[in-house]
T-cell receptor, first 112, second 110 residues
Framework: KAGVTQTPRYLIKTRGQQVTLSCSPI?????VSWYQQTPGQGLQFLFE???????NKGNFPGRFSGRQFSNSRSEMNVSTLELGDSALYLC???????????FGPGTRLTVL | GQQVMQIPQYQHVQEGEDFTTYCNSS?????IQWYKQRPGGHPVFLIQ?????EVKKQKRLTFQFGEAKKNSSLHITATQTTDVGTYFC??????????FGSGTQLTVLP
């Protein structure tokens, strides 16, 4: 099976802009979680989707949002970018009812 | 909220030496998972422990889950240069989200 794919792999934006990141889960996986990874804060949970519904949300401001489509692909959006949003954004997919998460390669976002 | 502490933050070892990283949770965990992230890569699932006192082995790696299900450890015997990377524990609690530890960055000196 193909792994989790994320696009784009690298992104450079300026403060105030918005960005949309995409994640395609492993075939058959209907659950997707998003994480932000920074050197200072480590891996922090953003949100989790299953069957197009957000099931859990981490402690991030409303500028961070996401959605999931009927084919299980997911997108996350960050509006009004800040310098501190520079991070590696990781998507993980898994079978609902299991806990093993399979991570994608991530999108490296740099905010200038 | 749930917090997972992981120590040490960094560990340098000579090739052939052993290595251990420890995780402690502020709350009882339903399970604990371990991931490895190579430099420039993404976290890769290693193992999941579910039962109190569980011990699992993968070749030179030994994983333990504490009796109270609040702590865990990963021990690598006779490290090799291929073991280089950051090892994360991740605790599963009452919610489905995983809470990751801060990771232990392992450097193996040849």
């Amino acid at each position: 099976k193909a792994g989790v794919t994320q696009t784009p792999r690298y992104l450079i934006k300026t403060r105030g802009q918005q960005v949309t990141l995409s994640c395609s889960p492993i075939s058959g996986h209907r659950s997707v979680s998003w994480y932000q990874q920074t050197p200072g804060q480590g891996l922090q949970f953003l949100f989790e989707y299953f069957s197009e519904t957000q099931r859990n949300k981490g402690n991030f401001p409303g500028r961070f949002s996401g959605r999931q489509f009927s084919n299980s692909r997911s997108e996350m959006n960050v509006s009004t970018l800040e310098l501190g949003d520079s991070a590696l954004y990781l998507c993980a997919s898994y079978l609902w009812g299991t806990d093993t998460q399979y991570f994608g390669p991530g999108t490296r976002l740099t905010v200038l | 909220g749930q917090q997972v502490m992981q120590i040490p933050q960094y560990q340098h070892v000579q090739e052939g030496e052993d290595f251990t990283t420890y995780c402690n949770s502020s709350t009882t965990l339903s399970n604990i998972q371990w991931y490895k992230q190579r430099p420039g890569g993404h976290p890769v699932f290693l193992i999941q422990l579910v039962k109190s006192g569980e011990v699992k082995k993968q070749k030179r790696l030994t994983f333990q889950f504490g009796e109270a299900k609040k702590n865990s450890s990963l021990h690598i015997t006779a490290t090799q240069t291929t073991d280089v990377g950051t090892y994360f524990c991740a605790g599963g609690g009452s919610a489905r989200q995983l809470t990751f530890g801060s990771g232990t960055q392992l450097t193996v000196l040849p």
